[in-house]
């Protein structure tokens, strides 16, 4: 299970990792799916009949859901720590205690993903009991495993190297809050080993068919003019953009040799980067 909270950018960040998880999916493993719900408006409860134990659920959890909670997701991810919900929390550290509840039940082979330039973010760093990753828009300062942005282009760094994801101009969704989001979604699907050429497709979707997305109306940054909902997008049923196949493989105890074989980036004309792999 991969759980995502965060004082803003959750939907936006769910539905990304989400449409990634469902084309990867499709492409690599066609007998199990993704399941995309939570907060986000889509109860998941629903469907525990049909869920098999090799799919994966992507949850966006509430403060609220989060305070009761008695199990952490074994990738759990807090986007940012903002004053918010005080009118319920009363105060900043209470509603900071609820959001850092998502990683109370985690153990050694978990993993969290953080906003390394979040000031409240980083005060819960000595929370984490399994393995950290952080997104931030500036290079990490250290070799620890991150997402980054540098000079138009999106970064992975694992096991001492770092690999080239996208260029940022290939990216359809404006802003430096997106950015941000589309750094954390960088780094939850390579903790969750989605392939490639998964998170390639659904970060360069044309506006055309990002339209099919729709979420305006539910605070996540997106807008588009149809009424189908992300949680229900086919994808492309053929690949559109070469790809060497090849996947992340970031598991919770520590990072395998694929990513400690990533090659040093290569400029690349069209598709995916798939020179990395």
């Not at 409860?45 to 909670?69: C, H, N, P, R, T």
């Not at 993993?111 to 990490?140: C, H, M, W």
Request: glycine fraction near 8%; hydrophobic fraction near 35%.
């Amino acid at each position: 299970m991969i759980g995502i909270t965060g004082s803003a950018g959750k939907s936006t960040t769910t539905a990304l990792v989400g449409e990634i998880a469902k084309l990867h999916y499709q492409q690599r493993k066609p007998n199990n799916r993704a399941w995309v719900g939570g907060n986000i408006g889509n109860p998941l409860i629903q469907y525990l009949d049909q869920m098999k134990e090799d799919d994966i659920a992507v949850m966006e959890l509430s403060s609220f859901q989060l305070e009761i909670m008695t199990r952490s997701p074994h990738i759990a991810v807090i986007l940012n720590l903002t004053p918010n919900h005080l009118d319920r929390h009363k105060t900043m550290a209470a509603y900071t205690s609820a959001k850092s509840n998502i990683l109370t039940h985690q153990g050694p082979d978990d993993i969290a993903i953080l906003n390394r330039d979040d000031t409240q973010s980083r005060k819960i760093y000595n929370e984490i009991k399994g393995r950290l990753i952080t997104f931030g828009v500036n290079e990490p300062h250290n070799k620890q495993e991150a997402t980054f942005y540098k000079r138009g282009k999106l970064y992975l760094q694992a096991s001492g190297q770092i690999a080239k994801i996208i260029k940022a101009d290939q990216i359809n969704l404006p802003g430096t809050h997106n950015l941000y989001n589309i750094l954390a979604a960088i780094a939850i699907s390579a903790a969750a080993s989605f392939s490639m050429q998964a998170i390639y497709e659904v970060l360069s979707t044309s506006p055309a068919s990002r339209t099919a997305w729709n979420l305006s109306g539910n605070g996540a940054g997106l807008t588009g003019t149809t009424t189908q909902s992300p949680l229900h997008r086919n994808g492309p049923s053929q690949p559109s953009t070469p790809s060497t196949g090849r996947s992340f493989c970031w598991p919770a105890g520590g990072i395998k040799t694929c990513l400690g074989q990533i090659r040093p980036p290569r400029p690349s004309k069209s598709g995916p980067p798939g020179s990395l792999w």
